[in-house]
Nanobody, 118 residues
Framework: QVQLVEFGGGLVQPGGSLRLSCVAS????????MRWYRQAPGKERELVAS????????NYADSVQGRFTISRDNAKDTVYLQMNSLKPEDTAVYYC???????????WGQGTQVTVSS
C-alpha cells in the first residue's frame, strides 16, 4: 500500500522556522523525484520545491528561494522541507508529492497545515 505521510506542520510566528517531513512507504523511494506543493485558501495549488531521485538537483519557487530547503534521505524514505524566515503568505496546506522517474506513477500525501501568524 502506497503511503506518503507528512509531519511537522503547525502554528509559527512570522520570522520563525518549521521543518516538514514526508515519510514514504509502499514504493521504491529512490526511483521517485519528490516535490512539495502548497495550497492556500481560495488559491490554486502551487509547486514550492522539488528534488531529483538522487538528491543532486533541487529547484524552488521564486517566492521561497533562499528561505526554504528541500532535502531527502533515501535510506529513510523521507523527504524534508526546512522553512526559515516564514511569512504570513506562507500559510497553506503543504503536500508531499512523489513522481516516478521511470513511469507515470504519481502519489500524494494528505497534507499538513502550516499557519504563520502573530
Amino acid at each position: 500500500q502506497v503511503q506518503l505521510v507528512e509531519f511537522g506542520g503547525g502554528l509559527v510566528q512570522p520570522g520563525g522556522s518549521l521543518r516538514l517531513s514526508c515519510v514514504a512507504s509502499g514504493f521504491t523511494f529512490s526511483s521517485y523525484a519528490m516535490r512539495w506543493y502548497r495550497q492556500a485558501p481560495g488559491k490554486e495549488r502551487e509547486l514550492v520545491a522539488s528534488v531529483t531521485n538522487t538528491g543532486r538537483t533541487t529547484n524552488y519557487a521564486d517566492s521561497v528561494q533562499g528561505r526554504f530547503t528541500i532535502s531527502r534521505d533515501n535510506a529513510k524514505d523521507t523527504v524534508y522541507l526546512q522553512m526559515n524566515s516564514l511569512k504570513p503568505e506562507d500559510t497553506a496546506v503543504y503536500y508531499c508529492n512523489a513522481r516516478s522517474v521511470y513511469a507515470k506513477d504519481v502519489y500524494w500525501g494528505q497534507g499538513t497545515q502550516v499557519t504563520v501568524s502573530s
